[in-house]
């Protein structure tokens, strides 16, 4: 709800007065622009309502899924927009495991060990560990 600015002065960037922009790239932007020496945008904080703030997010399919359905797919279509499935919610509606706790991509790789366990010799070593 809070994720969105709007576009003031544009200064010397390529946004337009009035524009609602993420406040992660337009401080990418701003940070961009000054580092050119050139002027920076100035911006107004907003607070988006509920209904305003699910259809102006990144993910098509988050948007989809909260209210008309059938604009935020047809428009995405004809924009031919690609959703990365970074939230939750999205992940969730395809039946993806999503990207948090174990599910997160850095926790595939990882290999759970103790001090007590040890590792067996052979194949009889295994199969003796199981059997009593």
């Not at 945008?41 to 988006?48: D, E, F, Q, S, W």
Request: proline share 4%; hydrophobic share 40%.
């Amino acid at each position: 709800m809070l994720s969105k600015v709007k576009v003031e002065e544009s200064g010397d960037t390529n946004l337009l007065p009035g524009a609602l922009v993420d406040i992660l790239e337009l401080r990418r932007i701003n940070e961009n622009a000054v580092e050119n020496g050139l002027q920076p945008a100035t911006i107004k904080r907003v607070l988006l309502g509920i209904t305003k703030a699910s259809l102006a997010t990144e993910s098509f399919l988050s948007a989809a899924s909260f209210q008309e359905t059938t604009r935020v797919l047809t428009e995405a279509a004809i924009k031919g927009k690609k959703d990365n499935l970074i939230g939750l919610k999205e992940n969730v509606i395809i039946g993806k495991l999503i990207p948090a706790g174990t599910g997160m991509k850095r926790y595939k790789t990882i290999e759970i060990s103790t001090p007590d366990m040890v590792k067996p010799d052979s194949k009889e070593q295994k199969i003796e560990n199981f059997v009593d």
